[in-house]
């Protein structure tokens, strides 16, 4: 239920955006919730986008755990 | 989404799970998620099998269909017999009411339909102005914002809302009163997180000294979760750590909150084999009173049967037993032909377990 899928932003039209789930899978769904740009990903939920995903933040995360997991790496 | 490959890079999932061996205390510790979508990830990569065995990851009620009460699924019936095309997710059909599922309703000729979201069937609606519709909207906090933007909106007059939609955290905070049910941590869920950002989780660390990591849903978010709760613990410290800031701010989503506030008030709501939880649901506000299915087709039904003779879904969604210790898991419940809620959903942890044979 709380599923969310990201997708990336092809097209806007006021509330209604096409966007791109991958593999050539395009669908509308209703970005009213947030401020998306064309070529963000979006996280969808149920036809409608809850949140744009930040991808620095992403691999920010991604970089922070290898870095941290290599500096405690001797101890382990 | 290529950063997003990494967070299921089986090199570093190994380099964390032996961090996490590491770390783990020599006596039994137990974090609990509350997501039904938490569950698939830990089931599905199994990530239980690289964590040690004294470091413990239970499930809580974090399916939004599973915790549905059946007076409610009565309510969604009784429309459905009484001639109102209902429109709601189909993970709903099967899950018993007292009597009746509303499969079985829709056997006895009520319409009954499946939509992908609130969106479709306000396109229903507009599409059938001779029919009545009521959207059965269930859900947590994710799913609530995008219910009140359609109510806002202005729906065609002939739908109407079957409003059921439940808040989490006051679900987390019955956990932490159920006696002897012990938990370190809790996982905390993405999207709900998502739309509420993380102040509502700080009463846990808090005033309950209860650490929380909110995690999102690939393979490493979890393993990551796991191993911040494992320091938190190490250090003797319970605080509220973010560890999928790719998705969820401070603030949440303030527009999906505003939506919220605007249609909803908060009320006490039923929670299927665990009664009334405070300040754990949503009603349409009087304002909106009109588009309240429950009102315009006088359908309230207070009390039901929420659990079938032996089904102990309300002992697996508080995560006091795993699915394994249900005498009727894989015997007289199955998938196929499920006797509670928690077999019905693909968010229910029994029908989870099931379909990845998990046995124990
Ligand atoms: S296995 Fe079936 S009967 Fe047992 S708790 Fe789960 S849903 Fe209920």
Redesign the interface.
């Known amino acids: 239920?709380?599923?969310?899928i990201?997708a990336?932003v092809i097209e806007i039209h006021g509330d209604v955006a096409k966007v791109d789930f991958?593999e050539g899978v395009l669908r509308e769904v209703?970005v009213?919730?947030?401020e998306a740009k064309i070529d963000e990903?979006v996280?969808v939920?149920?036809?409608?986008a809850?949140?744009v995903?930040?991808?620095k933040?992403?691999?920010?995360?991604?970089r922070l755990?290898?870095e941290i997991?290599k500096l405690?790496?001797p101890?382990? | 989404?290529k950063?997003?490959a990494?967070?299921r890079d089986p090199e570093?999932a190994k380099?964390?799970a032996?961090?996490i061996r590491?770390l783990a205390p020599d006596y039994l510790t137990k974090f609990c998620h509350v997501?039904?979508?938490h569950e698939w990830t830990m089931t599905h990569f199994g990530l239980r099998s690289l964590l040690p065995k004294n470091v413990e990851v239970i499930a809580g009620p974090?399916?939004?269909?599973c915790v549905l009460p059946a007076a409610e699924i009565d309510e969604a019936v009784e429309l459905a017999l009484k001639g109102v095309t209902v429109a709601t997710?189909g993970?709903v059909l099967r899950v018993p009411g007292s009597d009746l599922s509303l499969a079985e309703a829709r056997a006895k000729g009520g319409d009954v339909r499946v939509v992908?979201?609130?969106?479709?069937a306000v396109k229903m609606a507009k599409e059938e102005p001779s029919r009545e519709f009521a959207f059965f909207a269930?859900?947590?906090e994710?799913?609530a914002?995008?219910t009140a933007?359609e109510v806002l909106k202005g729906p065609p007059k002939n739908l109407s809302f079957l409003v059921s939609h439940r808040l989490i955290p006051p679900a987390m905070e019955l956990l932490l009163g159920v006696g002897d049910l012990h938990i370190d941590g809790f996982i905390a869920?993405g999207?709900?997180s998502?739309?509420i950002g993380l102040k509502p989780y700080e009463v846990f660390p808090s005033a309950y000294r209860m650490p929380v990591v909110v995690a999102g849903f690939e393979p490493?978010d979890v393993l990551?979760a796991v191993d911040l709760l494992l320091r938190q613990l190490g250090d003797s410290v319970a605080r509220l750590e973010n560890?999928y800031?790719?998705?969820?701010?401070w603030e949440g989503?303030v527009?999906?909150l505003k939506?919220i506030s605007q249609v909803f008030d908060v009320v006490d709501g039923g929670w299927r084999g665990l009664g009334r939880l405070p300040s754990s649901a949503l009603t349409l506000k009087d304002e909106f009173r009109e588009w309240d299915a429950r009102e315009r087709h006088s359908v309230r039904v207070e009390v039901g049967r929420d659990l079938l003779p032996g089904c102990q879904c309300h002992l697996v969604m508080i995560g006091k037993i795993k699915p394994s210790e249900c005498p009727l898991f894989m015997g007289a419940c199955t998938p196929e032909s499920p006797r509670g809620a928690c077999m019905v959903?693909v968010?229910g942890t029994c029908r989870i377990w099931a379909k990845h044979g998990v046995k124990r």
């Not at chain 1, 939920?45 to 409608?48: C, E, L, N, R």
């Not at chain 2, 974090?62 to 269909?65: A, K, L, R, S």
């Not at chain 2, 800031?245 to 701010?249: A, L, S, Y």
Request: charged share 20%; with cysteine; net charge negative.
């Open positions: 239920m709380c599923l969310a990201p990336r991958g209703n009213a919730l947030v990903y996280l939920h149920a036809g409608y809850i949140q995903i930040d991808r933040e992403a691999e920010e995360t991604l755990w290898n997991l405690e790496e101890n382990v | 989404m950063e997003l990494g967070f570093l380099q964390v032996k961090h590491k997501c039904g979508t974090g399916c939004p269909v997710f993970d992908y979201g609130v969106g479709d269930i859900g947590f994710t799913t914002p995008l933007n869920p999207h709900v998502t739309i490493l990551f560890e800031g790719r998705v969820v701010r989503n527009k999906a939506l959903s968010e």
